[in-house]
T-cell receptor, first 114, second 113 residues
Framework: SQQGEEDPQALSIQEGENATMNCSYK?????LQWYRQNSGRGLVHLILIRSNEREKHSGRLRVTLDTSKKSSSLLITASRAADTASYFCATDLGWAGANSKLTFGKGITLSVRP | EAQVTQNPRYLITVTGKKLTVTCSQNMNHEYMSWYRQDPGLGLRQIYY???????DKGDVPEGYKVSRKEKRNFPLILESPSPNQTSLYFC????????????FGSGTRLTVV
């Protein structure tokens, strides 16, 4: 079963608007990360938020984490056409067990209309 | 430039013909991993390696093999490819002490006919 589930599955907005994407997960985590993927390309790391953090900023990106609700949100402010991509949240469970892997959600397709 | 390099980018092959997808990183990362990406299923981990000569199965290891003889290389081997292995494959690496923040390769689109 997926550890991370993004919502919505698809989002279409006008350039200049803000885009908010949500991610929910099921078990305790060490950190949560957001990645971007342009069509058919590799994933690019955007931002990481640790379990003891509540909010982080990076440029036009703002990520929040609510461990009590097991959820995170990614806000992209003043969106641009170049932000059009798929966005994935990924959870890192920490050193539990032998494999400290990232578990990805299925992704959100963001379309920013010029 | 720090990067993860996968080859080939595209590959069409026939059922049963052994193939290897190479992955190399130049960042001295201990941790390397292979994922496959399929529509509606997201990314699923195939195999991972915590360091040289240390490999283990991920969520979907069936039909795949890996090796980690050198720190920089982590090839993915399909001994007898089948059509259900048609997918987009990604290699990723990270420092073990820097949990998360993976660097991904550009991907290998494999088609097995």
């Amino acid at each position: 079963s997926q550890q991370g589930e993004e919502d919505p599955q698809a989002l279409s907005i006008q350039e200049g608007e803000n885009a908010t994407m949500n991610c929910s997960y099921k078990t305790s985590i060490n950190n949560l990360q957001w990645y971007r993927q342009n069509s058919g390309r590799g994933l690019v790391h955007l931002i990481l938020i640790r379990s003891n953090e509540r909010e982080k900023h990076s440029g036009r990106l703002r990520v929040t984490l609510d461990t009590s609700k097991k959820s995170s949100s990614l806000l992209i402010t003043a969106s641009r056409a170049a932000d059009t991509a798929s966005y994935f949240c990924a959870t890192d469970l920490g050193w539990a067990g032998a494999n400290s892997k990232l578990t990805f959600g299925k992704g959100i397709t963001l379309s920013v209309r010029p | 430039e720090a990067q993860v390099t996968q080859n080939p980018r595209y590959l069409i092959t026939v059922t049963g013909k052994k193939l290897t997808v190479t992955c190399s990183q130049n960042m001295n990362h201990e941790y390397m991993s292979w994922y496959r990406q399929d529509p509606g299923l997201g990314l699923r981990q195939i195999y991972y390696s915590m360091n040289v000569e240390v490999t283990d199965k991920g969520d979907v290891p069936e039909g795949y093999k890996v090796s980690r003889k050198e720190k920089r290389n982590f090839p993915l081997i399909l001994e007898s490819p089948s059509p259900n292995q048609t997918s987009l494959y990604f290699c990723a690496s990270s420092l073990l002490g820097n949990r998360g923040n993976y660097t991904f390769g550009s991907g290998t689109r494999l088609t097995v006919v």
